[in-house]
């Protein structure tokens, strides 16, 4: 084998050898670490929004789009509204869901968390003024005065059902037999089509000012929209509503609706999941929330949603975190999933940097004791034989024995490959072996004589 070849595959091996237990160190701590690493976020995620067409259901797509920019994949699912969607959370059909403030399952505390709220939206109490009587000046304002009309409620399992029969309990409306005499499962367009044909008097929405299906109730100029003049005491009553306003023109200007300002209470929609939702999946849904407030709102100050405020759940650490921080520096400039990534793995490379430099640093002195040593095992055998020929009557078979050795020593050492670096300590090896082997033979001439 050439000089050369057998210098580096010895130099490989030597490596190698150096090597292994710190290699074998760092794969203990690298398992160690890979348990504190959280999973990578999932493919796909599962929200509840609302009736196909509702406020809900668009706001889930535009989240959708905002998901499927980073890389993700939102399923939708449409449902009759926010009491479904709690349902759905609870029995873990969904992932998340868009839910009504007020509409919180009765009992103990579900195990659910939110991440943000989104938006007020107005309950809207409508009704057919020669239903009532009233007098052209007069105009129904107290939730009382529905007494005796055929109100529309919304569909069963809505957040609008429940948000209603909460207030009709409260005036005193809500008789053992009044959803079989007066009260109706019906909301969106259903609700309004019988409200606009003469079937029922009132129909009640909780829906956005600028809805299209608002905006034509609006202009109806045989309906009217309840102006809440007890908005306040319902919003000190009623901790999940808040009192708004929806100020003259602002929904039209040039037909002027509404003609008036008209005072309502609004719960707030916010998001709701399960817990132990990936925290890149949380992070998504704030950056698809902040994105979606760039609409306009008719109702609140344009700063105020996304807000950690209005829920009737505990916010999540993660969602707080994300939401008073922003985006780090590494999802300002890299695709999300490159970022998640590496967010992913700063728990696992930290601790294991730390770890192995200073074990790497410790790699080239341990190697340069590997080649000495292959140098100095021959000066502890040397050093037997010198100290036998210091003494003065050692036998001849002995000094004999010592001779055969020290020349198999010279072959060995010959054999010997070690780098430049060490070529010093290898040739002072070689005059050592020599020098004693000198010694060994005038001893052994001496006592032959």
Not at 1 to 29: E, H, Q, W, Y
Not at 66 to 94: C, K, M
Not at 285 to 306: G, N, W, Y
Not at 321 to 331: D, W
């Amino acid at each position: 084998m050439p000089r050369n070849l057998k210098l580096f595959l010895t130099l490989i091996s030597d490596s190698i050898r150096v090597l292994i237990p710190f290699i074998l160190l760092g794969a203990v701590f690298f398992y160690i670490a890979w348990q504190f690493v959280e999973p990578a976020p999932p493919s796909r995620f599962t929200m509840a929004t609302g009736g196909s067409g509702g406020a809900y259901a668009q706001t889930g797509e535009r989240y959708a789009e905002s998901f499927a920019a980073s890389g993700f994949e939102l399923e939708l699912l449409n449902t009759a509204g926010s009491v479904e969607n709690w349902q759905r959370l609870l029995n873990g059909d969904v992932d998340a869901a868009l839910v009504q403030s007020g509409t919180l399952p009765e009992g103990e505390m579900p195990p659910l968390e939110a991440v943000v709220s989104i938006a007020l939206e107005p309950l809207f109490v409508f009704y057919r003024p020669e239903r009532v009587n009233l007098t052209d000046t007069q105009e129904i304002s107290r939730l009382d005065q529905l007494d005796g009309l055929r109100i529309a409620i919304g569909q069963e399992g809505s957040g609008t059902r429940q948000l209603v029969l909460t207030l009709l309990e409260a005036a005193g409306l809500l008789e053992p037999d009044a959803e079989e005499r007066y009260l109706y499962a019906m909301g969106g367009q259903q609700a309004a089509e019988a409200l606009l044909s003469g079937e029922l008097d009132v129909a009640a929405f909780v829906m956005a000012p600028d809805a299209p299906l608002m905006m034509r109730l609006l202009a109806d100029p045989e309906l009217q929209v309840m102006n809440f003049s007890r908005a306040s005491a319902l919003s000190r009553r009623f901790p999940f509503l808040t009192r708004v306003t929806l100020y003259e023109g602002v929904i039209d200007l040039q037909q002027n609706l509404p003609a008036q300002d008209i005072q309502l209470v609004a719960p707030a929609t916010y998001i709701a999941i399960r817990p132990g939702v990936h925290q890149s999946i949380v992070q998504l849904l704030i950056e698809a929330a902040k994105a979606d407030q760039q609409r306009i709102s008719l109702v609140a100050e344009r700063t105020e949603f996304p807000s950690l405020l209005y829920t009737d759940l505990p916010i999540a650490s993660d969602a707080r975190y994300f939401y008073e921080r922003g985006p780090n520096i590494l999802h300002r400039h890299l695709p999300f999933w490159l970022a998640s990534l590496i967010d992913r793995m700063a728990i696992l490379i930290i601790p294991l940097l730390a770890i192995l430099i200073p074990l790497i640093r410790m790699a080239p002195p341990a190697f340069r004791w590997r080649i000495r040593r292959r140098i100095y095992r021959w000066y502890k055998r040397l050093r037997v034989i010198d100290d036998d020929l210091a003494k003065t009557d050692l036998p001849l078979s002995l000094l004999q024995s010592d001779l055969e050795l020290v020349r198999k020593f010279e072959n060995e050492v010959a054999d010997t490959v070690v780098p430049l670096s060490y070529m010093e300590e290898f040739y002072n090896l070689r005059l050592h072996v020599a020098y004693i082997r000198n010694r060994l033979e005038e001893r052994i001439n001496a006592a032959q004589e």
